[in-house]
């Protein structure tokens, strides 16, 4: 399984009481992703990178500044 990771200080997320469900407030946000190989950063879901476990533990990061989404395949 692989996973893309979210930069939470780069990301825009909108006020979740402005919508009934959660989804909507997730689509409404403006998601940053990490890059591939940690270079540099896209709000592009396409060009988002996609990390294993054995490379998210190489990972760097300030604490709790990023979370992982899965990358279903």
Known sequence: MK???ICL???Q???SNDFEYTTDWYKKSKIVYWKENRAGYTS???EAG???IEELNECAG????WILEPAWE
Do not use: L, Q
């Not at 300030?62 to 500044?65: P, R, V």
């Open 3 to 5: 996973f893309r990771i």
């Open 62 to 65: 300030k604490w709790m500044d």
């Open 44 to 46: 592009e879901i396409e």
């Open 9 to 11: 200080k780069r990301s």
């Open 50 to 52: 996609e990390y294993t």
């Open 13 to 15: 997320f909108k006020d």
